[in-house]
C-alpha cells in the first residue's frame, strides 16, 4: 500500500527504546504507537542508594569544573584568581552559616571561574562534600533530578516531587550550579526541596528578584581592579607589557569596568600582535641574510631592540574595536578553528564535541581546535560542550557570505545545519551511543532543529525530533525532550504529516502525565486520538486510549484516597484491584461481547470505589488511626469466600524472555482498549489476583455483624443469633447507619 500523500517519510529513522521509572510509573519508550506509561509492580520499584561522604562532580563538567572565560584549558592552581579573595572569603562564610548564595554579574565578570573557585575551598564545609552542577538550559526539574542522580544510586529513575522531597530531605551538601536559569519562586522551590543544602549558584542580573524571606544572598560579582586587569592580560600574552600596550590596557579598563573576559581577548590580540612582529623579524633577518642592508635600513643587531623597534611598527588595535575584537580574533584562528567557529555560528553559538567535527567540518584534531576558541575568548565549556561566548555570534553572523537569497551560508542548501541534521540523526539512534552521551549533546542537538527550522527544511526537523526525542526521554534530560518534541510537532504541522502529529501530540501526553500535570495530558492525547482516528490509526488510537484510561484509573484512586491521604498504597493497589477485574472480565468475553464487557467493567470501577469509600468512612469513624482489630492498614480488599483478606505477594522481575516482560508490552494487543487489557496484561509472573469481591452483582462482601452497646454499662455486647426474641428495652434502637446495614432488609412476605 503506497503511503498516504502528504505524509512525512522518515527513512532510516529507527528509535531506540528502553524502560525506565518515573515516580510509580513504568515508562516504556520507544513503542511502535509511542511511549506509555503503566503501573509500576512494587516489587519493581527502585530503591535508591545514597552517595555519602563523597566530593560529588558532574562527570560532563570535568574533573577541576572551571568552566568560566578563566578557565583555558587550566584548572585553578595554573592561573589563580586575581583580586577575589574578598569575593571567596565573604561566600565561605556566608556557606559555613548555612545560607545560600547567588553570584550576580554581568556577562564575561568572572562568575564562573569564582564560583569553580569558592567550590575547590569548600568541600569540607558540609558532609555529602560539593555536588557540581550545570544549569545551561536546564528547568528547575531537570537540576533536580541531576541533584538527587549525583547523591544516589538508581540508574533510570525520575522520582516525581514527592519522592524527591523524601528522598533530598537528608542530603547534606554545598550545591554547585553555574549558569542558572530558573528564578523567582521556582528557583526557591528548587531549594525547599533540598532543605539540609547550603546553594552556591550563578546567574546573570535580569533575572526576577529573590522574594522576601529567601534562603538566597546575593553577591555582586564585580569587575577587577587595574593592577589585577594588567597582570592578567600580561600572564595570557606570555610576557611583560611594554609602554604603549599598558596606556591601551588601562584606556580598555576604564572603558569595560575591569571585566575579565575583555583581557582575556585583549592578550588573544597582543598574542596576534607577537606573530606579526616575529614575522617581521624573520623577513628582516632574510633580507640582512641575503641580501645586505644599506646603511639607512640598518636595524638594531641586538635581537630585543629588533623586536622592539619593529614591535613599534604593527599599531595596537583601538579601545572600540578592543571592545569588540571578534573581527579580529578571526584572523588569528587556524584553518580548523575558523571552520568550528563557522559550524557554531550556524547553530546559534552552540559547538558539537570534539567526536563530532570530523563528519561535519572535516576537522580530525576538534580538542584542539575547540581550545583555540577557548583560548582566544571565543568559547566557553559548559555542561559538557563548548558554547561561543557573549556576543561573538552577533559580532561574526553577519561577516559570513549570504546564499543569495539573504541567508548565511550555513543555512542555504547543502550547508553545514543540514549535514549536522543527518549526522545526528544517525547518531543518536546507533546502539553504541549511550544515553549519557546524548544527554550531553541536547543542546546541540536542538540548535540544529532551530537551524533546520530557520532555513525553511522541516522534514530534517521532524526526522531528527523522531530520533533524538526517545533517546533525550531515556536519557533523563526531560526539559530537552520536551522542546525536542514542541519543535518536531511544528515542523509536522508545516508538512502536513497527520501520523507525524499523533505520534508527537502522544509523546506530549506521555510527558505531560508524568511530570504532574494530567489535565494538559488529556488535551494532548485526546488530540492523539482524533488525529489517528482521521489517519485510521486503529492501534496508534489503542495506545492513546490506554493512556487515557490510565489517567482516569489514577483519578479515581485519588479520589478514593481522599484529599491528604497519607497512605499513597492504598490508592496503588485500588486501581490494580479494580484494573485487574475489567481485565479478566474483557478476557473472557468473545469477541461479539466486548462492549458488553466493557460496560461491565465500568460498572465494576463504579462499584470499587463506592465500596472502598465506605470501607474508609467505616475505619475513619470506628477505629483509631492506625489501629483496626483484625485487619492492617493496608488491607483496602473485601474479604475472600474463605474469610480472609489476600494480599499481594511479591515476585521477582521477570527475565527479558518472559511473556510479561514490559518491554514485550510495547506492542499494543489486538484486546479492545481500556486500562483493563493493560493493566491485566503486564501484571508480572506469579502475582495472584488480589481481590476476589468485585463482581457484576450488586455485592458478594460478607455482612459484617454489627456491634451495640449495652445501655446500662456501656460496654459493647454483640446482638442474639438470627431467630431468637430480643429482650424489651425502654427505648427503641437507633436505626443502623448504612455502614451497619450493608444488606437492605429483607420485605415482608
Known sequence: MGQPSGEFRGDGVRPRGGELVSGERLVVVGGPEGTEARHCPDEWLPQPRRIRGLVQARPELGPSAAVGPLALGAGPGDLPLLDREGDIAAVLGQLREGRSVRLVGQAGSGRSALLAAVAEAAGE???????????????????????????????????????????????????????????????????????????????????????????????????????????????????????????????????????????????????????????????????????????????????????????????????????????????????????????????????????????LVDVGLGESALQELVDNGLAVSVGGHHRLT?????????????????????????????????????????????????????????????????????????????????????????????????????????????????????????????????????????????????????????????????????????????????????GRRTIRAIAQVPARLRKRAPAGARKTALAAGAAVMALGVLGTAIGVAVSSEETPVGKQPGTSADDTAPESDSGTSPRPSTSPRPSAGSSASPSDSATPSDAPTGTASSSASHRPSGTPTTTKATTTGP???????????????????????AGSTPPASPTPPASPTPSESPSPPASPS
Not at 528522598?167 to 522551590?189: H, R
Not at 553577519?398 to 553545514?416: K, Q, S, Y
Not at 494530567?518 to 496508534?540: C, N, S
Not at 455485592?699 to 443469633?721: E, N, V
Open 390 to 570: 557573549e556576543g561573538v555570534v552577533d559580532a561574526l553572523l553577519p561577516e559570513l557570505e549570504g546564499d543569495g537569497h539573504g541567508r548565511p551560508a550555513p543555512f542555504g542548501p547543502g550547508g553545514i545545519a543540514q549535514g549536522a541534521a543527518e549526522h545526528l540523526s544517525w547518531w543518536v539512534g546507533h546502539a553504541s551511543v549511550t544515553t549519557r552521551q546524548v544527554a550531553a549533546e541536547a543542546e546541540v542537538i536542538l540548535a540544529v532543529m532551530l537551524a533546520e527550522r530557520d532555513a525553511d527544511r522541516p522534514a530534517e526537523v521532524l526526522r531528527l525530533a523522531r530520533a533524538a526525542a526517545p533517546v533525550l526521554a531515556l536519557s533523563l534530560r526531560w526539559g530537552a525532550w520536551e522542546r525536542a518534541l514542541q519543535l518536531g510537532l511544528e515542523a509536522a504541522r508545516m508538512l502536513g504529516a497527520t501520523a507525524e502529529q499523533a505520534w508527537f501530540h502522544h509523546e506530549a501526553g506521555v510527558y505531560a502525565l508524568c511530570t504532574g500535570s494530567p489535565q494538559r495530558a488529556v488535551g494532548e492525547l485526546e488530540a492523539a486520538l482524533a488525529l489517528r482516528a482521521a489517519a485510521g490509526d486503529q492501534r496508534g488510537g489503542q495506545a492513546a486510549r490506554r493512556m487515557l484510561d490510565l489517567i482516569r484509573l489514577e483519578e479515581t484512586a485519588a479520589l478514593t484516597a481522599g484529599p491528604g491521604s497519607a497512605e499513597p498504597v492504598r
Open 125 to 359: 564545609l558540609a558532609p555529602d562534600g560539593v555536588v557540581r552542577l550545570s544549569g545551561y538550559r536546564r528547568t528547575a526539574a531537570d537540576l533536580l533530578q541531576d541533584l538527587f542522580a549525583a547523591t544516589h544510586h538508581a540508574p533510570d529513575f525520575r522520582p516525581d516531587r514527592e519522592q524527591l522531597a523524601d528522598l533530598l530531605a537528608g542530603v547534606a551538601a554545598v550545591v554547585v550550579i553555574d549558569d542558572v536559569e530558573p528564578s523567582g519562586d521556582e528557583l526557591e522551590d528548587l531549594l525547599a526541596t533540598a532543605p539540609e543544602c547550603a546553594f552556591l549558584i550563578a546567574t546573570t542580573p535580569d533575572g526576577l528578584p529573590s522574594p522576601a524571606g529567601s534562603r538566597l544572598r546575593d553577591h555582586l560579582v564585580a569587575g577587577l581592579s587595574r593592577p589585577a586587569c594588567l597582570t592578567l592580560a600580561a600572564r595570557l600574552a606570555g610576557r611583560p607589557l611594554d609602554d604603549a600596550e599598558r596606556a591601551w590596557a588601562v584606556d580598555l579598563w576604564f572603558e569595560s569596568e575591569g571585566l575579565p573576559l575583555r583581557f582575556v581577548r585583549a592578550a588573544a590580540l597582543l598574542r596576534q600582535r607577537d606573530v606579526a612582529v616575529d614575522a617581521l623579524v624573520a623577513a628582516q633577518e632574510d633580507r640582512r641574510n641575503v641580501f645586505g642592508f644599506a646603511q639607512e635600513y640598518e636595524l638594531p643587531d641586538d635581537p630585543a631592540e629588533l623586536e622592539s623597534e619593529l614591535r613599534a611598527q604593527v599599531p595596537l588595535p583601538s579601545v572600540g574595536e578592543s571592545a569588540a575584537p571578534a573581527r579580529l580574533l578571526v584572523q588569528g584562528l587556524s584553518g580548523p578553528a575558523r571552520r568550528v567557529l563557522r559550524l557554531a555560528l550556524a547553530l546559534d553559538g552552540e559547538c558539537p564535541t570534539a567526536p563530532h567535527l570530523p563528519a
Open 699 to 721: 455485592t458478594t462482601t460478607k455482612p459484617t455483624t454489627p456491634q451495640t452497646t449495652s445501655p446500662s454499662t456501656g460496654k459493647p455486647s454483640t446482638p442474639p443469633p
